[in-house]
């Protein structure tokens, strides 16, 4: 674990610090963040960023597990979550977050993009998303507004969540993949192998196995097997 030492027991700071961020965006509220990410580099940027804006960053967390025992600990204003770590992930680090320490508010921050994602990060009570690449003065704004009980999303993951609850999203499974992919995932899902997708689509084996690859990384299971139970349980067969 990675704790920030301070020196007073754990509480909430509502105190005004206008502090100016590099695009002169000002936080006007000193908040106590756990920034929970497994990437050192990245844990230190962002940490860097936070103080610049004047949010106290009173610990660091590089896996879920101990993001659950530190906001448990400190008891921060915000947490600022990643989804794919070692362990235990993201997800079920809020959904733990969430239980135990109902005033701790998550706002995720992750490369992952997929709807699964998101919306399983709102399920378990995530107030915000967004994606890596923000601007420092993006998360500077998320971080306050969900502190003060708003929600902030990135404006793909905004577009993608607008259209899930007004009945306009795809109604084709997976809309991350593109046709082909879908079109093969469905042939694996039926029990062919390579070979025989290959033979059916005229296309090269080799290129059969960069589609499955691909699938696989947007879909974000590990083989051959999870790829085919995500398929049918969506009923792509």
Request: hydrophobic residues 45%; contains cysteine.
């Amino acid at each position: 674990m990675f704790e920030r030492p301070w020196p007073s027991p754990p509480h909430r700071t509502s105190m005004l610090a206008p502090v100016f961020c590099d695009d002169n965006y000002v936080a006007m509220t000193t908040l106590r963040i756990l920034v929970a990410d497994d990437h050192p580099l990245f844990r230190d940027g962002l940490t860097a960023a936070l103080d610049a804006a004047g949010f106290d960053v009173v610990g660091e967390a590089a896996d879920g597990r101990q993001a659950v025992a530190l906001s448990l600990e400190l008891q921060p204003d915000v947490v600022i979550m990643d989804l794919d770590m070692p362990g235990m992930g993201g997800i079920e680090a809020t959904r733990r977050i969430a239980h135990g320490s109902p005033d701790v508010v998550i706002l995720v921050l992750t490369m992952l993009a997929d709807d699964d994602s998101v919306f399983a990060a709102l399920r378990v009570g995530a107030r915000g998303y967004l994606l890596k690449g923000a601007h420092q003065a993006e998360i500077v704004r998320a971080v306050q507004t969900v502190a003060e009980g708003g929600g902030v999303f990135g404006a793909s993951v905004a577009r993608r969540v607008m259209e899930h609850f007004s009945g306009r999203h795809a109604s084709e499974p997976f809309p991350e993949l593109t046709e082909r992919e879908r079109e093969i995932l469905a042939m694996v899902a039926a029990g062919h192998n390579n070979s025989a997708i290959a033979a059916q689509l005229a296309l090269a084996p080799k290129t059969v196995r960069n589609h499955i690859s691909n699938i696989m990384t947007k879909l974000h299971v590990s083989d051959r097997a999870q790829a085919i139970i995500r398929a049918r349980t969506a009923g792509l067969e």
